[in-house]
């Protein structure tokens, strides 16, 4: 197993630039399956996540073609169906979240697909319903096989319809437009989420053929097509990984500038870090974050305690919540975190009081942060990351403790974050990678 050697407490210095967003990739790419033309996709980033799914989309018989380091063709011409029923399928596809987002595009051009049960994080259940219920909605039918963990799903005749949503689901959405593109007729999907992501889903499936209104909004209306054609696209920035850079500037009393990061996108989140006093600046299409002593956390108008909790879009996204929950503990004064939308995300804080910061766990969804104000440095320690975001965090304020940490279980990082210990590297940290696995 690979761990993270980092020794803290030192300022760092330069610029950095965000990845191609990971979560925008996983629809973008399953997308290259609506249309036998070529698509020619950039700013990829070289995940895990990302490089499982593009590796089957090969396996299913599109033709990849790797152009440069973040650019990729795809060819999806011949695809071999019956690769749904290998062992090799059933392995490969549960190992991978994101491959849900294969069966959308699949229902509209070839009528069936089937979706062994997705792996992916442990924060909590992440229920399915939302996609097929859609799937459902549209006239698919599908079967759970309980044996096998394995769903195949019957979409021989899909005619447009009227979706509302149980849940703005980000993923849901995405796979029910997929599906409806192709549809006979118009589908009309209420409570839809709206984020960046999405939008450039629906904005490229349109410059592909389909015709998609209401984008940015939550209700969209799909008018379906015959068929679509090739397009070429570019992700934007993962937006999950400028707010984790602000973060560490913050943390760790650095100057550093954020590159490209498609400001008019970011939505509240520059917001959200400017209520825990960190001074940032637009400069362009970059983010300037200079060098701080400290920063100090606003309280509500009336004095009391501030409170910053995810909500769907355009609210704050709870990928960032474990980097503000971290990031207020050097902070001057107390906020309250909540997190609405996964019950196990904040178990990592025990971590955290190991290396010394002051934070009360109310529950699973709720944790109050009394803030150091960098008068304590947290201190090093040795840990192990349970999820992307919180490795993330821990990462963060390893890099802001003094003395040696070591976070094990880093291919959770790796999933999410691209060469992260080299880009960190370039901005003067002490991170190696070493090997190694915690003693419990």
């Known amino acids: 197993m690979n761990a993270f050697e980092i020794y803290g407490g030192k300022p760092l210095k330069g610029e950095i630039t965000p990845q191609g967003a990971k979560n925008e990739a996983l629809q973008i790419l399953s997308a290259v399956l ?3 033309q070529k698509m020619t996709i950039s700013n990829i980033p070289d995940i895990k996540d990302v ?67 997705p792996g992916g994080d442990k924060i909590g259940r992440r229920r399915l319903d939302t996609h097929f219920l859609g799937f459902e909605k549209l006239g698919a039918r599908f079967q759970y096989d309980q044996d096998q963990h394995f769903f195949n799903i019957d979409a ?3 005619r447009g319809t009227y979706i509302l949503l149980d849940e703005a689901s980000v993923t849901g959405t995405a796979n029910i437009v997929m599906a409806a593109v192709l549809a006979k007729g118009t589908t009309t999907v209420y409570n839809a989420a709206c984020e960046p992501y999405l939008q450039q889903l629906c904005k490229m499936l349109n410059r592909m053929g389909a015709k998609i209104s209401g984008i940015g909004s939550n209700l969209l209306r799909i008018e379906g097509v015959e068929s679509l054609i090739g397009t070429e696209h570019r992700m ?11 973060g560490l500037a913050a943390m760790t009393g650095s100057e550093i500038t954020i590159k490209n ?8 989140i520059p917001t959200v870090f400017g209520r825990l006093g960190i001074k940032l600046e637009r400069r362009g299409d ?8 400290s920063y100090e956390i606003e309280t509500f108008i009336d004095g009391s305690i501030l409170t910053i909790a995810d909500a769907p879009w355009p609210g704050f996204t709870p990928d960032l919540l474990s980097i503000v929950l ?69 990462l963060i304020a390893a890099l802001s403790a003094q003395g040696r940490s070591v976070i094990y279980n880093i291919e959770q990082i790796e999933r999410g974050y691209q060469h992260i210990d080299k880009r960190l590297l370039a901005l003067g940290a002490q991170i190696k990678r070493i090997e190694g696995k915690p003693l419990h």
């Open 236 to 246: 934007l920035p993962d937006m999950i990984e400028i707010g984790s850079f602000i």
């Open 261 to 268: 990061v498609c400001f008019d996108e970011l939505g509240i």
């Open 326 to 394: 971290v990031v207020a503990t050097q902070a001057k004064g107390n906020v309250l975190i909540h997190q609405k939308m996964f019950e196990s995300r904040l178990f990592f804080v025990d971590k955290l009081i190991d290396m010394g910061a002051q934070i009360i766990l109310c529950d699973p969804h709720r944790a109050t942060v009394i803030g150091l104000n960098k008068a304590f440095k947290l201190k090093g320690i040795e840990m192990t990351s349970p999820d992307i975001r919180a490795g993330v965090s821990l």
């Open 34 to 36: 609506l249309t036998p």
């Open 286 to 293: 970059d983010i300037y974050i200079p060098a701080q002593d």
């Open 156 to 158: 021989t005749n899909l």
């Open 51 to 117: 490089n499982k799914l593009i590796e089957l989309l090969g396996d299913l018989g599109v033709e990849v073609e790797r152009i440069n380091e973040d650019t990729y063709t795809f060819e999806a011409k011949n695809i071999n169906i019956d690769y749904f029923q290998s062992e090799e399928f059933k392995t490969k596809g549960g190992s991978l979240r994101g491959s849900i987002m294969i069966v959308g595009p699949l229902l509209a051009r070839f009528g069936k697909a089937a979706i062994p049960k």
